[in-house]
């Protein structure tokens, strides 16, 4: 069943249909900013069992969707990058940034990452390398990337923008819809992207805006910005 979610989610993504809608040129489309870092089970679990859904509806065609690796990482005062979760998270942050940056189409990087914040949910992301070889790519650039320096740089990027978030993130995911912190309400990120959308709803909205009025259960399901434990 996991794999084959994951073989529709790539099919969808490089569908000539994937950005297709009648109503995403009528008004300008949602920013969508996802702050994570790899190896926060909270994380994964929303990229895995909540971001994909947007895809699967259509809702994508209103959003313009970023995706930055970095989270509760800091920067020592040697330049050396620190992971909350150890140097396996040091790692893929590194690797996903590569990938955004060497396929930076939206529907090539997504289905990668996807691959391998699936295999982070199944407690197997020591098999990340097989995600080039699952999503059908060639995995040279982003492992060039990754051992040229280039992936550092790339996350010196992210922490800048990280931290230059207003109000400051306090824990991943931080999921910002136009500009504003969804906190601990990010699971039903879909309804603030209906709500902030000018133009014609799509059909995936059906609904999703009433329950923005409605009484919900608060999310504690996050990693708080802590004591770091490791460096790259």
């Given amino acids: 069943m996991a794999s084959r979610r994951l ?3 790539v099919v ?9 809608s009648p109503s995403s040129a009528s008004a300008p489309k949602v920013s969508l900013a996802l702050y994570y870092e790899t190896l926060c089970p909270y994380c994964s679990n929303f990229m895995v ?8 509806n259509g809702l994508i065609s209103i959003v313009d969707l970023d995706l930055i ?9 040697n330049g050396t990058i620190s992971c909350q979760h150890g140097p396996d998270e040091c790692l893929l942050n590194t690797v996903e940034a590569c990938a955004i940056s060497e396929w930076p189409d939206l529907s090539v990087h997504f289905s990668f990452i996807y691959c391998i914040e699936k295999l982070v949910v199944e407690h197997k992301h020591l098999e990340w390398e097989s995600c080039f070889s699952k999503v059908g790519l060639d995995s040279q650039n982003v492992m060039d990337c ?7 740089k790339l996350e010196l990027q992210y922490a800048a923008q990280t931290d230059s978030l207003q109000p400051p993130h306090r ?11 969804l ?19 799509p059909k995936a909205c059906d609904g999703l805006v009433l329950k923005m009025n409605q009484e919900r259960k608060v999310n504690r399901n996050v990693c708080y910005d802590n004591k770091m434990i490791s460096s790259i």
């Avoid at 069992?49 to 699967?56: R, S, V």
């Fill in 171 to 181: 824990y991943v995911p931080w999921v910002v819809v136009d500009g504003q912190p």
């Fill in 146 to 152: 990754y051992s040229n320096g280039y992936g550092k």
């Fill in 12 to 20: 969808f993504l490089f569908s000539p249909l994937f950005f297709a």
């Fill in 183 to 201: 906190y601990d309400d990010y699971e039903d990120f879909e309804a603030y992207i209906c709500k902030a959308y000018k133009g014609e709803l």
């Fill in 49 to 56: 069992n909540y971001l994909p859904k947007i895809f699967e």
């Fill in 69 to 77: 690796p970095y989270g509760n990482a800091k920067i020592r005062s």
């Fill in 7 to 9: 073989l529709l989610l």
